[in-house]
T-cell receptor, first 113, second 113 residues
């Protein structure tokens, strides 16, 4: 069973608020990822990290930012939430090896009013 | 044209039927993944393949590297198998794996009792 956690699971918030979505894993994985998924659509990579102090932008442009100060923790922040940010956000982690099975968190469903 | 294509997009079956979901890709890969996403969003990794065939319980996954095609089979399907099944690939080029996943659009499977 994967040990990767996301909080909150559901968040409804007003426009303009700053939010941080939390992601933690206890597997000691170096790689971590954030995906965005709109209902009925495929996942899109928005951020990833190879390890502490490493952050990279993914394939889908996002106004969010991430940080990786500790191996186990990869929070995603939106400075000013907008209705267009309404989506599901999934965090994942994997080992550094090329053949990397990714373990997914349960997701955060964000609604911005 | 997407780099990872799944078919069918929607699949309805009666309990006990044998099910096949197909995945074709147009890029070089180091590995292919089959994922399962239940309503509520959580994603579980079912298989990671780089060649041949893998079996886990009633699930079988095969890959043909030359034809750039993979199939996921479910034997003796059950209503609890109802979920979205997602094919994803680790792209590689010149022997270097980028590690990031490229996702298909998913196949929505509904199994009726």
């Amino acid at each position: 069973e994967a040990d990767i956690y996301q909080t909150p699971r559901y968040l409804v918030i007003g426009t303009g608020k700053k939010i941080t979505l939390e992601c933690s894993q206890t597997m000691g994985h170096d790689k971590m990822y954030w995906y965005q998924q709109d209902p009925g659509m495929e996942l899109h990579l928005i951020h990833y990290s190879y390890g502490v102090n490493s952050t990279e932008k993914g394939d889908l442009s996002s106004e969010s930012t991430v940080s990786r100060i500790r191996t186990e923790h990869f929070p995603l922040t939106l400075e000013s939430a907008r209705p267009s940010h309404t989506s599901q956000y999934l965090c994942a982690s994997s080992r550094l090896s090329p053949y990397n099975e990714q373990f997914f968190g349960p997701g955060t469903r964000l609604t911005v009013l | 044209k997407n780099e990872v294509e799944q078919s069918p997009q929607n699949l309805t079956a009666q309990e006990g039927e044998f099910i096949t979901i197909n995945c074709s890709y147009s890029v070089g890969i180091s590995a292919l993944h089959w994922l399962q996403q239940h309503p509520g969003g959580g994603i579980v990794s079912l298989f990671m393949l780089s060649s041949g065939k893998k079996k886990h319980g009633r699930l079988i996954a095969t890959i043909n590297i030359q034809e750039k095609h993979s199939s996921l089979h479910i034997t003796a399907s059950h209503p609890r198998d109802s979920a979205v099944y997602i094919c994803a690939v680790n792209q590689s080029s010149g022997g270097t794996s980028y590690g990031k996943l490229t996702f298909g659009q998913g196949t929505i499977l509904t199994v009726h009792p």
